[in-house]
């Protein structure tokens, strides 16, 4: 964001000879609004600012730095991690905002390794051929190393929804129900729980089949990378901000 003409040097001089800053110097210096830098000021974001003796907000070097820091969190935390974090550190828990971090990055790897489990789950989909006819309950099962009870497990969840033979009533897969059992078979294996294997199983069919669904995985890729990338940048401007606390070490 472009700021108006001067505001831009004037908080870079007042930064680099330590002095004060009115609440419109920090809040235009971050293309905020001062009711913004207030609200954060409020949810401990920020430390608490010094007042004049007409009650006037000041704020510090280290207060920019606070709102640079949490401003670059957000993006690979989210809103509220990021404000937790910041204000774990204005609390003087330091400890607590590491812990936030890490388990940030730990849920990066988990979502990491579950798009390994679906590319796994889509690259070794086998779908029967259809000359090959319908299959049973008891055949599918047998295939796949399940039990029937499995198969219908799944078909109560939604995830797959074979026909029912109106003569025996009994449970018909075709040659999509197939792949989308094997599929859900994959995804189990790589720790999917039911409940998120559902709209991916929708994808497939809304797509037709696995074979376009290769640009949203180049997508998912593509975010968990920013978010990776962001997660850096978060953690350079929180380590300044912690530079310049006074007591860097709480």
């Known amino acids: 964001m472009k700021l108006p003409r001067g505001i831009g040097r004037k908080v870079t001089r007042n930064l680099q000879s330590g002095g004060q800053l009115r609440p419109v110097d920090l809040a235009r210096g971050h293309g905020l609004s001062t009711q913004a830098v207030r609200n954060y000021e409020a949810a401990g974001i920020l430390p ?6 007409h009650g ?3 704020y510090t070097p280290s207060h920019a730095q606070a709102l640079r820091a949490f401003l670059a969190l957000v993006p690979g935390h989210g809103h509220r991690t990021a404000t937790l974090i910041m204000q774990a550190i ?12 890490d388990e940030s990055h730990a849920q990066l790897l988990d979502d990491r390794r579950t798009l390994q489990a679906v590319e796994a789950a889509l690259r070794d989909l086998s779908p029967v051929p259809r000359e090959r006819g319908d299959t049973l309950v008891g055949p599918l099962a047998r295939r796949l190393g399940i039990r029937p009870a499995t198969l219908r497990k799944w078909e109560r969840a939604g995830l797959v929804q074979p ?7 009994y449970r018909v897969y075709s040659a999509a129900d197939v792949r989308d059992t094997q599929l859900v078979h994959q995804l189990r294996r790589g720790g999917y729980r039911l409940e ?8 497939v069919h809304s797509a037709g089949g696995v074979a376009p669904l290769e640009s949203t995985l180049h ?12 997660m850096l940048t978060g953690a350079a401007a929180l380590d300044a901000y912690l530079g310049c606390r006074p007591d860097p070490a709480r």
Request: aromatic residues 6%; positive net charge.
């Open 56 to 58: 006037y907000r000041t």
């Open 90 to 101: 204005s609390r003087g828990t330091t400890e607590d905002a590491f812990r936030l971090i």
């Open 219 to 230: 997508d998912w890729h593509a975010r968990l990378s920013a978010r990776s990338r962001a």
């Open 163 to 169: 026909r029912r033979d109106p003569q025996t009533g």
């Open 196 to 203: 998120q294997i559902g709209p991916l199983i929708a994808q």
């Open 48 to 53: 608490g600012a010094e007042r004049t003796a």
